[in-house]
């Protein structure tokens, strides 16, 4: 039996900010695609309970690589996961965290987020903040020649707006769908 090491809060999100971007009739495509259709109208509470696997979070994210195609789904995941970082900002969940410096801001947001997902370790390298994923569930089975885990991307790209960061980016370095071992976006100065 799987493990359930994913929150509530992030599947409900990822639901919430997917039909923000897609509509209800997109999003219903893309649950009856991966096979949790009863997710559109049994939504998640926003908790911090763990209530998911890694293969439930999996078929949310992979499906929209199936139907729309692996470069398709990228710009539609990042998209999602700007609209994903708003929605959560909007929540209040990093409200206790505004009175804290930008760079402390963002490092303790992006902390928050590994533990309610369930995955990620948070580290710095110097002046580079450094999210690693190895267990990554939205670049699982794929094979791809770029990095594809989109959805962490605009997220943090929200988070980073949030904190009022203009002089850093986020990309991603190294991609388990590229044969990476992890999924390492790296939040670095703009050259």
């Known amino acids: 039996m799987d493990d359930k090491t ?16 897609l509509g209800q009739n997109g999003l ?21 309970t763990k209530d998911f696997t890694d293969r439930q979070l ?11 195609g692996t470069d398709g789904a990228r710009s539609l995941l990042r998209l999602i996961g700007r609209t994903l970082g708003q929605k959560t900002i909007g929540m209040g969940i ?38 690693d994923n190895p267990q990554c569930t939205t670049c699982a ?17 929200s988070i980073i707006r949030w904190c009022g960061i203009t002089d850093r980016h986020v990309t991603e370095t190294e991609c388990m769908a590229m044969g990476g071992k992890t999924c390492r976006f790296e939040i670095q100065p703009i050259d």
């Open 6 to 21: 994913v929150s509530n809060l992030v599947v409900r999100v990822f639901l919430d900010a997917s039909e923000e971007v």
């Open 28 to 48: 219903k495509a893309v649950l009856n695609y991966g096979g949790i259709s009863d997710l559109l109208t049994n939504r998640p509470d926003c908790s911090f």
């Open 58 to 68: 999996s078929a949310l994210t992979s499906s929209y690589i199936s139907i729309i």
């Open 94 to 131: 990093f409200d206790s965290f505004k009175d804290l410096s930008p760079d402390e801001k963002l490092y303790k947001v992006i902390e928050l987020n590994a533990m309610a997902s369930g995955r990620g370790t948070l580290s710095r390298n110097g002046g580079i903040i450094v999210y």
């Open 141 to 157: 089975g794929v094979t791809y020649d770029h990095p594809i885990c989109n959805l962490n991307t605009g997220f943090i790209e």
